[in-house]
């Protein structure tokens, strides 16, 4: 059964940055192209990076020249670099699978960007 589990988020201030983890098991994780998810309070959940098997990256343009996605295919494990973060960047982050999602997600790390 595939197991991820997201780490590194807290409560940080407009312009800090912070690293989540995804440690995930249960798969050849290296084999996919993998996600960064968010999912702010009364909002739907979104995309906001992607790594491919070969390291190619995409971001959503809100994130753009802010997060870094890498992967460390040995270790089943992908990070999410974020910079200069923003009060818009608070929810709750997830890794899983892109464009088909594993059907089991992590419970999610906590980003709060607040002053």
């Known amino acids: 059964q595939v197991q991820l589990v997201e780490s590194g988020g807290g409560l940080v201030q407009p312009g800090g940055s912070l690293r989540l983890s995804c440690a995930g098991s249960g798969t050849i994780f290296s084999i996919y192209t993998m996600g960064w998810y968010r999912q702010a309070p009364g909002k739907q959940r979104e995309l906001v990076a992607n790594i491919i098997a070969g390291g190619g990256t995409f971001y959503a343009d809100s994130v753009k020249g802010r997060f870094t996605i890498s992967r460390h295919n040995a270790k089943n494990t992908v990070y999410l670099q974020m910079n200069s973060l923003k009060p818009e960047d608070t929810a709750v982050y997830y890794c899983?699978?892109?464009?088909?999602?594993?059907?089991?997600w992590g419970q999610g790390t906590q980003v709060t960007v607040s002053s």
């Open positions: 899983n699978r892109y464009p088909n999602p594993f059907s089991s």
